[in-house]
């Protein structure tokens, strides 16, 4: 079977096309590139959706965590202290017991005159159900980041705004927001890192890879277990996140420089890979 | 409220030990690999500047899981091939037939024979190498750059007095460089904490493993007398690890105003402000 021949049967395997057997016995180096890589298509679609709706639960959550009333600013901080100081890996079990204990024919819910029938059971698919707990999981971690970030915009600036009679939501969205993003940037990139190698845990955490579509490294471990070596997936799947570990890089310094044009070349904050680990405000954020 | 002093529980007690072990046993390895790590990256030899290179900047491109999965089975195997080679010398066939990985019995490692608690020993011994070899390379990171955050007039000054290159990186470098260490080290503890249950990837019996086992209503043998539990099970895990998290970040803020005692630095500063 020719190597392109096993990438239009297995390509999209981890959606559920092509062959309902996996490749056993004689299994080729072409069988694990490709199916492999079919399972990044998981990870990629974790990483993308729960780093987009997060940014916006994040932004929220720094703002609520920075008020000064204090029924918005007790529930954030809980919300954050919660999701960053517990292993995601136990959100994952825990979420996942949680959705299956709830009833299977769905919750009734009476509106008045209609009756809605809130269907349950789609979250105890690793799509969605996983999906919600790595978007929760990030919104924390990135609030705590906004917040830092937004705690040290310079006071000048706020006073700038004030002179010129700005307030309320045109003074966050013209002076505070842009620099809270600026200042946050450089962690936030190593967040979003961080939460994309994050997504390999989902079909080890409870969620089954139901009709066996996974991820990247659960296919990854099924061939190391079919073949009982570990020396092919394992560093097949490793290239497969350098790659887009560094797209995402470029990604994110793009955005940065655009964050950054307005200001002289010597003030820029630039994103170096190797320092950016020690910064005495940034977070690691591996879970 | 007997039933949760059965024997079976008392096994899922200890593995919360279990999880205190991992951790005594992974922090000073990881902090040793960190530091030579680190160590290697200011090498003047090209090669071992090289390694360490590759050592610390791996962990960013590659998910951790994936080498608590890799490591483990690599090093077994690694083993088992060097006894092989050993003990078995005058077998010729190859050791990876197919999808088979044929060592000869007496290089198998633990021994078929061997009673069960080598086993689990054994896993357990390959898993703790995994976590120093992933959380020493994040160490390595972060010695690094407070290596870098020691102003270098310093090292320039102790080369003025005349100091070898050992002398000022021994005397000067790394008596300083820890206090700008502590706020990366602190950090990285917090997630070796977090990164424990994954311990049950690799098979060892830790605490999840046995909140899913007692949990569950039934399993293969027993059925236990009440229903789906897990849910609280996994609670009781969940605070477990927030008092863990929380506890050890109220110990490294005491540590960090220790450590910035006679530091050139904004806390520091505050440290003789408040004895003046």
Known sequence: ?287 | MCYLTTVKHSMFYWSFGIVLALLALTAPAALLLGFLGAMAKRSQVAVVRWIGSIYTSMVRGIPDIIFFMFVPIALGQGIEYVRHKIKCPDVTEPIRQGNDFVVCAAAKFPLGSADQWVHQTYGFALATVAFAFVFGAFVANTIDGAMRAVPANQLETGHAYGMTRRQVFWRILVPQMWSYALPGLSNLWQILIKATPLLFLLGVQDVVYWARELGGSKTSRYEYPHGDWRLWYFMVLLVFYLLMTWGSEKVFRRLSTRFARGQATQAGQQHLEAKA
């Open chain 1, 1 to 287: 079977m020719s190597c392109l021949q096993t990438l239009s049967e297995y390509g999209l395997r981890s959606l559920g096309h092509g062959p309902r057997l996996l490749p056993r016995g004689d299994i080729t180096l072409c069988d694990q590139i490709v199916l492999i890589g079919s399972g990044m298509i998981w990870n990629i679609y974790f990483a993308v959706l729960a780093l987009t709706l997060g940014f916006f639960l994040a932004t929220a959550l720094a703002l609520a965590k920075n008020s000064k009333n204090r029924l918005l600013r007790a529930p954030a901080t809980g919300f954050i202290f919660v999701f960053r100081g517990s292993p995601l890996f136990i959100q994952f079990f825990l979420a996942y017991e949680a959705f299956v204990l709830l009833p299977r024919a769905g919750i009734e819910i009476d509106l008045l005159f209609v009756q809605i029938t809130a269907e349950t059971r789609w979250l105890t698919r690793a799509a969605a159900g996983a999906l919600i707990v790595l978007f929760l999981n990030t919104s924390a971690y990135s609030a705590e980041i906004f917040y830092g970030a937004l705690r040290s915009v310079p006071r000048g600036d706020l006073e700038a705004a004030d002179a010129y009679g700005m307030s309320g939501f045109s003074r966050f969205r013209k002076i505070v927001w842009p620099t809270m993003m600026r200042l946050a940037w450089p962690s936030y990139t190593n967040e979003a890192i961080f939460l994309f190698h994050a997504t390999t845990l989902v079909f080890f955490s409870g969620f089954p890879a139901w009709q066996q579509k996974g991820d990247a490294l659960y296919y990854a471990r099924y061939f190391a277990d079919q073949t009982f070596n570990p020396f092919i997936p394992y560093p097949i799947a490793g290239a497969y996140f350098i790659l887009f570990t560094l797209i995402l890089i470029m990604i994110f310094g793009k955005i940065n420089n655009h964050l950054n044009r307005h200001l002289a070349r010597e003030q820029r904050i630039k994103m170096k890979l190797s320092t950016r680990f020690y910064r005495r405000n940034a977070v690691p954020s591996l879970r």
